[in-house]
């Protein structure tokens, strides 16, 4: 792999490589001299506080994955069984996973046509039927969710909001970070995020005590003694002090990281803009989204509509894929939604007449979005995709 994370040796484009700048090496080197190699130590301690900051949080815990982040946030919410939990509806299944492990009912709520997000209408709707104990919203491909309604029905039912702001480091609602709205909120580091740790995640919350009950949880729940004393059982979820020094040369880059996804974004709209049949991902008018991945929606056809799996992305959806794969380029639909999920197949689904996230789903594509993305390769990318539809 190249220094700049886009190109394999064989040429192929990824969707969302990581984008190394730098310092990275340099703070693992520092990890590695300090001896500090097991969970825990100064670089942890260093990325919390620099995550903090830059997010505007008192404090924060990382961890050992995004997963694993929503699971220590279930279990202090006592999470389990009898529980129900609602949950945006386009999302990828670690969003509810772990609350669905720990027994809980999922209840999975429609996207708003306007941001592609949780829509706070049908949310409403849900709240006042099911009851939930949490609400999970999911800052969707890095554009926040609308934190100022959804809080506002969860307030007056005084329901938990736990914002999965996984794709959304460095996204802006209404002049404040991503994730700034309700009980708690999550970030993933996971290869393919904003910034990666190799695999992490992290607990972020205006309550300080939430963090600091999620640090002790992360570290098996061990009471403040010399000895093993345990008065709850918890786990080992804390993040490693090598993978945190790779953290901190990655926040450090992060600006110039949000520039290029803006970038390659504006690079894809010149290109497409303008085509019949493709429209963009929209930006709500509360804020700046990351645009983590450019993803666009494609009209299908008449031929398209008759001949659509609705259990599979639409057939122009695929067409363009493989059309894209044969030319050794990485694609992918819009996530498939949870309610259209076989696991999930029981779960409650709250949507208007036209379910949103199906669409989504069906006619969705997101194209390839690394920092190294030139824009030859843009050019490349488009004039593949746009011979795809005319077959």
């Not at 809980?104 to 949780?118: E, H, K, M």
């Not at 010399?226 to 979820?237: A, D, F, I, L, P």
């Amino acid at each position: 792999m190249v220094r700049n994370g886009m190109r394999s040796k064989t040429g192929r484009i990824f969707l969302s490589p990581p984008w190394m700048g730098g310092e990275e090496r340099k703070r693992v080197a520092e990890a590695f001299d300090s001896n500090y190699i097991a969970p825990c130590g100064p670089m942890v301690e260093r990325f919390e506080r620099e995550m903090a900051a830059r997010t505007g949080f008192p404090d924060a815990c990382a961890v050992s994955s995004g997963t694993g982040a929503l699971d220590l946030l279930f279990d202090l919410l006592g999470i389990g069984p009898g529980d129900t939990v609602c949950c945006s509806d386009l999302t990828f299944i670690s969003s509810i996973g772990p609350a669905f492990h720990r027994g809980a009912t999922p209840v999975f709520i429609d996207s708003d046509r306007g941001s592609w997000n949780l829509d706070p209408a049908q949310l409403a709707r849900a709240i006042d039927r099911e009851r939930p104990k949490a609400v999970v919203a999911v800052d969707l491909y890095g554009q926040c969710c609308d934190y100022d309604r959804i809080g506002v029905i969860c307030d007056r039912s005084g329901i938990p909001l736990i914002i999965d702001a996984a794709e959304a480091l460095g996204a802006r609602y209404r002049g404040r970070s991503a994730g700034q709205a309700g009980w708690a909120a999550v970030f993933s580091f996971n290869g393919n995020k904003i910034i990666t740790t190799s695999g992490g995640g992290m607990v972020v919350s205006r309550d300080a005590a939430c963090v600091r009950a999620a640090r002790k949880l992360s570290q098996q729940a061990r009471e403040p003694v010399s000895w093993y004393e345990h008065e709850r059982v918890g786990y080992n979820y804390r993040m490693s002090n090598i993978t945190a020094g790779i953290g901190v040369g990655q926040l450090a880059c992060l600006d110039t990281i949000l520039t290029r996804k803006r970038a390659i974004f504006e690079a894809y709209r010149a290109r497409l803009d303008g085509v019949a049949r493709i429209t963009f991902m929209p930006e709500a008018a509360y804020g700046t989204p990351t645009r983590w991945l450019t993803v666009i929606r494609i009209a299908p056809t008449a031929r398209d509509r008759r001949t659509a799996d609705p259990a599979k992305p639409g057939p122009h959806i695929l067409r363009a894929i493989q059309a894209l794969e044969a030319a050794d380029i990485e694609s992918r639909p819009v996530w498939k939604p949870m309610h259209l999920q076989p696991v999930f197949a029981q779960a409650a689904y709250y949507a208007g007449r036209r379910s949103v996230s199906e669409d989504l789903f069906r006619n969705g594509l997101c194209l390839p979005s690394g920092c190294g993305l030139t824009r030859r390769q843009i050019d490349r990318i488009c004039s593949i995709l746009l011979r795809s539809l005319e077959g």
